[in-house]
């Protein structure tokens, strides 16, 4: 009787596998505690012991240089230009164009940065029109006897963007912004004229997210042609911009935009707060700003969306998210994000809701290949071929004969050459980067196969495997999922079917805890939130999307009235 219950006990191997299949996950989890509870304790150490945080009193500090009293715009033309030359003067780039308003025999001077301003506009409607005798065909019996502010605004200069600054602290920095500053002897307040207008971009369309059918039109490294661009997508009272100035040492300008009526005031109020905190000496891209103010910059998953295309911004907007654009690069932030949104494109609804369904399906079947289809592939070619189709085995154990390697190393030969060449084609130059990728992967994948060191079959995976991740619209996610790739093999070499479920699993755990910005990255699954199903896997038709997602809480709910 003992020798037959004996019998249907597992395998002292399959016990093993579930052991390890229980303690991984353990392990995994009490490193995971441990190292949050040592971040979140060290910086609760520092706050507490000092009453303060670090950036706390950095603020103060700033606070405290805002105070302190500041130098003067004097009216003495010889002294303020003095201390100009000695603050910037030094730069090569910083030029001193004087002259004399003869009508008023008064000196000035302008001082601009080389290539940050149109020449011939600051010729034509600054220098003519003051250096002109007779005030360039005004009045003169409406002109004072003296220069004054309001007379050079109102009736000289015919240029729309005229302000006055009083501090030379803040008239250096506009200097080196690119602003053009009028000094004019005897007057307090110095005049900016103008503003920069460098080299920039043509606008063009956006290289990251091509559309077949959808607007041509992308973001540009210029501030203030991004916002313009935002505007310009349709007529919206409530559509506001804050602006905000990061960078210790190099300032740059920063807008949040948002639709006030719509965006929920607690998020508005948390990402003020976050963007606020920002403290780093430069930032060159959005991309640090995104990693400065992440939830949890331990996950492998971004928890904000970065996009070139001013009409997905508008669309993000609509549903009550903020976006975020920084001065110097074409990429805005979307915040908050979730992982379906990821994988949707604005194409899903410029086209019939029918074949944008289809499309998104596609792309979400395309990302669980991308993710687990090397770690399949191993699970049952090492550990349960019994799984699959008797006819299929044979086909693959018949093109394995004479491959030296386990199925781990030729699946990592093959995904390294892979992940290189594609690495490749993008730094190469254009006109041969995508030939150069193609071509190489056809003579490596046909070099390895003829030379014994993968077997066909295996070339056909990773290359279902790589073009599926390319299915994917947003690239930073295509990367987490390659990225995940590998550890999904390693489980799967480790542990078979068990750790390649374990590893699916992790990731599924992980997802559900992950927050963006206060809303749950797997939303609308966990929690479950079934009126938002309409525009996840599926892309309902218009008419029946009559209401913002429930995630967001916005104060407005329905998109129609």
């Not at 489980?491 to 390649?500: E, K, N, Q, R, V």
Request: hydrophobic letters at 45%; proline letters at 6%; charged letters at 20%.
């Amino acid at each position: 009787m003992w020798s037959k219950i004996i019998l249907y006990f597992p395998s002292w191997s399959t016990l093993f596998q579930a052991g390890l299949a229980l303690i991984i996950p353990l392990g995994i989890y009490y490193i995971n505690h441990s190292l949050f509870s040592f971040v979140g304790g060290k910086g609760a150490k520092i706050r507490h012991s000092s009453g303060r945080s670090l950036s706390d009193k950095h603020n103060e500090e700033n606070v405290d240089q805002k105070h302190e009293p500041s130098s003067k715009v004097t009216g003495n033309y010889d002294s303020d230009l003095q201390a100009i030359r000695e603050a910037i003067g030094q730069n090569s780039d910083v030029h001193f164009r004087e002259f004399v308003m003869k009508k008023f025999h008064a000196r000035s001077v302008l001082v601009f940065i080389e290539g940050m301003q149109d020449e011939k506009l600051m010729s034509k409607q600054v220098l003519e029109v003051l250096m002109f005798e007779d005030g360039q065909g005004q009045d003169q019996q409406k002109q004072p006897e003296g220069l004054s502010n309001s007379f050079i605004k109102e009736s000289l200069m015919p240029i729309t963007q005229i302000s006055e600054v009083t501090s030379m602290e803040e008239l250096y920095e506009f200097i080196l912004l690119g602003h053009t500053v009028l000094l004019i002897e005897g007057m307090k307040e110095a005049l900016l004229v103008g503003s920069p207008n460098g080299a920039i971009r043509s606008v063009n369309e956006p290289t990251s997210e091509a559309l077949l059918r959808g607007p041509r039109i992308g973001f540009t490294e210029v501030l203030s042609e991004n916002t313009s661009m935002l505007r310009r997508q349709g007529l919206n009272k409530s559509l506001e911009m804050k602006k905000f100035q990061v960078g210790n040492r190099i300032k740059k300008d920063l807008v949040i935009a948002y639709i006030k009526d719509i965006v929920n005031p607690d998020l508005l109020e948390e990402v003020n707060r976050r963007i606020s905190k920002i403290d780093m000496d430069f930032l060159p891209e959005s991309g640090y700003v995104e990693q400065l103010i992440e939830d949890n910059y331990l996950s492998p998953f971004q928890q904000a969306h970065n996009t070139e295309r001013p009409d997905r911004v508008i669309n993000a907007l609509l549903e009550g998210r903020i976006a975020i654009l920084l001065d110097g690069t074409p990429f805005a932030l979307i915040v908050p994000v979730t992982f379906s949104m990821l994988l949707q494109s604005p194409e899903d609804y410029y086209e019939r809701w029918i074949p944008g369904t289809l499309l998104r399906l596609l792309r979400f079947s395309g990302a669980f290949i991308a993710l687990m289809g090397p770690a399949l592939y191993i699970s049952f070619i090492s550990f349960h071929p019994g799984l699959i189709p008797t006819k299929l085995v044979i086909s693959i154990i018949g093109t394995r004969q004479g491959v030296p390697f386990p199925s781990v190393i030729e699946v990592l030969i093959l995904e390294i050459s892979i992940e290189i060449l594609r690495e490749a084609g993008i730094r190469l130059p254009k006109p041969i980067g995508p030939a150069m990728g193609i071509v190489g992967g056809l003579v490596i994948g046909d070099a390895a196969v003829n030379a014994g060191i993968v077997s066909p079959f295996l070339v056909i995976v990773v290359a279902v495997t790589a073009i599926s991740s390319f299915s994917i619209p947003t690239y930073s996610a295509g990367i987490t999922l390659r990225l995940l790739r590998f550890v999904g093999m390693f489980f799967a070499a480790m542990l078979g079917m068990f750790g390649t479920i374990m590893f699916f699993l992790l990731i599924c755990i992980h997802l559900t805890k992950l927050n963006s910005f206060g809303v749950p990255y797997v939303t609308p699954f966990s929690p479950m939130r079934l009126s938002d199903w309409k525009d996840v896997y599926i892309r309902a038709p218009l008419s029946l999307m009559k209401r913002r997602p429930v995630m967001m809480k916005t104060q407005q709910r329905k998109r129609r009235s």
